[in-house]
């Protein structure tokens, strides 16, 4: 992941049941290229082992302040100072207080009271703790001071109760540091991408489908939200999770597909159309299971006309962006889909390599730009070619002014 290839993360763990978690929330950071040093307070040790914390961070684990081989360097001044970014989790009640104080009696909170770089918390607690006046005011201080919270989530708690209090999912402390990480230099824009396969109903158990999992208009929503853009994300059937911080839209059908397409796209100022939309239907969806006969079938199809020319004619100061699924002659089909449709971009990707385009993590594209820009990717995570396909449209801004609506709103 961009933001977090080589950035030092240090992960403060605090003394609750979530104290578990932080072994995912390490693994996760690793796998996403950070180098992570966890520091745990006493009571952390009580939940989880500093060696299995040392084990899967690749690095000693800090649990004293005073430690005489820990603190030959005066280690916690150091911690501070090589940190990109701090994260506490879980971040107990008991915690919370005392960095909103000032308090510095462990390592963790004299590592914070220390630290230059973004600072997150997040917290993990009992629900009428997490309820708690004194705990909403001490979050509140935090905040004000820069600080990220990491809301804790709904659902059943290790204490018996149910309510907000449960560690976020390590995933989402993952997108928020990766986004704390990140320029926001696409605050200014808010995007709407389509995503996945279409189906058209054949009858209420069968349908016409293609081979799309959504996977790189999601990779996009990721990292256009990390990049401090509002999203939508109008999503064809996909198993895949919502990316955090942006909202979904599902739909069915190419014609749900492109009624919602239409009708966010006043909302939006880049329209990113990465989905797979079929291009016919059958003619008549039968009411009833089509029952098999030993004399064939014959399906009569009607052709799904395209919306893009009826959008571009009211694109404004919009950026169009859109993609070119190709078998063969991958330059000159989406070089004709650029024109056709009016794009500003157009992203081609030979979809019969087994290591680019549908159901894989990995893509190589070719980048066309209305201006007669050319560029080929290497072999790139879609996530990375997300990233890359989002500078592509900053160049463009660059040219060309935000719709003036949007000007003064930004995400943050
Ligand atoms: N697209 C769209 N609405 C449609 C069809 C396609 O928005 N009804 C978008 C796709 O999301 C993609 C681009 O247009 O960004 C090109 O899609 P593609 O299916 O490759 O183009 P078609 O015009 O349908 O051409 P082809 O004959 O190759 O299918």
Not at 321 to 334: Q, S, Y
Not at 402 to 409: I, N, Y
């Amino acid at each position: 992941m961009r933001a977090l290839v080589d950035r030092n993360i240090v992960l403060g763990v605090s003394g609750g049941i979530a104290a578990y978690k932080a072994c995912e929330l390490v693994r996760l950071l690793t796998t996403a290229g950070a180098q992570v040093r966890v520091m745990m307070t006493r009571n952390a040790q009580e939940f989880i082992t500093p060696l299995t914390l040392q084990t899967l961070s690749r690095h000693p684990v800090a649990t004293a302040t005073f430690d005489l081989t820990q603190e030959s360097e005066i280690g916690h001044i150091r911690l501070a100072d090589t940190a990109d970014a701090i994260v506490i989790a879980p971040a107990t009640a008991n915690l919370i207080a005392k960095a909103a104080n000032g308090l510095a009696d462990d390592i963790v909170t004299t590592v914070l009271l220390a630290a230059q770089c973004p600072i997150a918390f997040a917290p993990a607690m009992n629900v009428h703790m997490y309820a708690h006046p004194t705990v909403t005011e001490n979050l509140a201080r935090l905040r004000a001071r820069g600080a990220v919270i990491i809301e804790p989530g709904a659902g059943a708690l290790a204490c018996g109760y149910e309510g907000q209090g449960r560690l976020a999912d390590p995933a989402i402390i993952v997108e928020e540091l990766a986004a704390m990480l990140s320029a926001h230099d696409l605050a200014q824009e808010r995007i709407l991408i389509t995503a996945g396969p279409t189906q058209e109903a054949i009858d209420p158990v069968r349908f016409i489908s293609n081979r799309s999992t959504g996977k790189m208009g999601f990779a996009i929503a990721r990292a256009a939200w990390r990049r401090g853009a509002e999203v939508r994300l109008i999503a064809g059937p996909s198993t895949l999770p919502t990316p955090h911080g942006v909202e979904r839209i599902d739909v069915t059908s190419a014609g749900e597909l492109l009624s919602a397409t239409a009708s966010n796209f006043p909302w939006c100022s880049t329209l990113i159309m990465a989905a797979a939309v079929a291009d016919f239907r059958p003619e008549r969806a039968a009411p009833q299971k089509i029952k098999k006969n030993s004399s064939g079938m014959t399906l009569a199809l009607a052709p799904i006309a395209d919306e893009m020319p009826r959008l571009a004619a009211k694109k404004g100061d919009r950026i169009m962006i859109g993609f070119a699924a190709e078998t063969e002659e991958l330059e000159v089909n989406a070089l004709d889909k650029l024109r056709r449709k009016q794009l500003d971009l157009i992203v081609g990707n030979d979809v019969s390599r087994a290591d680019a385009g549908f159901a894989v993590d990995t893509n190589i594209v070719t980048m066309l730009g209305a201006d007669g820009g050319r560029e080929t990717t290497p072999k790139l995570s879609k996530e990375e070619v997300g990233d890359l396909i989002l500078d592509r449209l900053l160049a463009i801004r660059a040219r060309r002014p935000a719709p003036s609506e949007l000007r003064a709103t930004s995400r943050s």
